[in-house]
């Protein structure tokens, strides 16, 4: 019995409870679920109700007059219905509203002005890069061009250099070329002088003469003429000079070459080098191998002690020592 009676009781809240949800609904619907109207998107328009007017204040929809200052007044002006607020454009022919015209030629032009900004910009960019591309290439061309013309010139001093040398070197080896032409002329007369002043024109009828003991003349040191011989010497006849010759720059002998003695009987010639001080006194003498060709120490002694004696011209100017040579003509007859 309990058990039936809870049944029944839970069946009838579930009734009710449909029954009043229900009530609810119906309240709500027919109270508050109204349909708002909907707004047509687009700008507002005021087309006004004439086509003049004046002040700075628009009249409320109460005071509009539909009044135009050409026409007389009338004496009731009849109230103009107020304007509602958003008054529905008419559909034109291609089912558009002015309102939307307006909005989509202003977000065309929004959108051609915005391209046209852009295509600016970029074409100003372009030109700008346009220009610094420019001036690279001038900057690069101008690099270029100096280092060219930096490049010819080091050239041009370089040939300019290396023909100078060339001229100069050329001209050197012409000057010495035409000094060793003039000392070895030069030492050719002296030794042609030495020849022919050595050698005597004897005016004897005997086929020898002297103590050495071998066959012809043998000659006297002071080379005079009268037949007298000594112990040796260069003189090939009774009236030989035998003297020698010398090479000493811008220097003149004082007196006669001193003649060497010896009493070897063997021919041939010592060149000697000397140093002459600016006295003129000889310092120091020794055998030069070159242009000697005689090899017998005796006869290099006795030129050496020979040339010693030797005695030039004083030079304040000349060189603190000066150095030359005395060449001695050993020759048997």
């Not at 003649?259 to 060149?271: F, L």
Request: charged share 25%; aromatic share 4%.
């Amino acid at each position: 019995m309990e058990e039936y009676r809870d049944k029944r009781y839970d069946k009838q809240g579930v009734v009710g409870t449909i029954l009043f949800h229900l009530l609810l609904f119906l309240i709500l619907f027919f109270s508050v679920m109204e349909a708002q109207p909907v707004e047509e998107e687009g700008l507002l328009v005021n087309y006004g109700d004439s086509n003049t007017g004046s002040g700075d204040v628009e009249p409320s929809p109460s005071h509009a007059q539909n009044v135009t200052p050409s026409e007389p007044q009338p004496s009731a002006p009849t109230p103009t219905p107020p304007t509602p607020a958003t008054t529905p454009e008419q559909p034109k022919a291609d089912g558009q509203t002015t309102d939307t015209q307006d909005f989509e030629e202003a977000a065309a032009l929004k959108e051609a002005k915005r391209l046209a900004d852009e295509k600016a910009i970029a074409e100003k960019k372009a030109k700008e890069e346009a220009l610094k591309a420019e001036e690279k290439r001038l900057a690069e061309e101008a690099v270029a061009k100096a280092k060219a013309q930096a490049e010819a010139r080091e050239r041009a001093d370089a040939e300019a250099k290396a023909k100078a040398e060339a001229e100069a070197k050329a001209k050197a080896e012409a000057e010495a070329k035409a000094k060793a032409e003039a000392e070895a002329a030069k030492r050719k007369a002296a030794q042609d002088l030495i020849k022919k002043g050595m050698s005597g024109a004897g005016t004897g009828t005997s086929a020898s003469q002297g103590t050495a003991g071998g066959t012809g003349n043998q000659g006297s040191l002071s080379g005079g003429a009268g037949g007298g011989y000594g112990t040796g010497g260069t003189g090939s006849g009774t009236s030989g000079t035998g003297s020698g010759s010398y090479d000493l720059a811008g220097r003149t002998i004082v007196g006669s070459i001193p003649k060497p003695t010896y009493n070897v009987q063997e021919q041939g010639r010592v060149v000697v080098e000397i140093s002459v001080d600016k006295n003129g006194v000889v310092t120091s003498a020794s055998v030069r191998s070159k242009g000697t060709t005689v090899q017998n120490k005796a006869l290099w002694s006795a030129a050496v002690e020979a040339a010693k004696k030797a005695k030039f011209n004083s030079d304040k100017s000349a060189q603190a020592v000066q150095t030359g040579t005395i060449t001695y003509n050993f020759k048997l007859q």
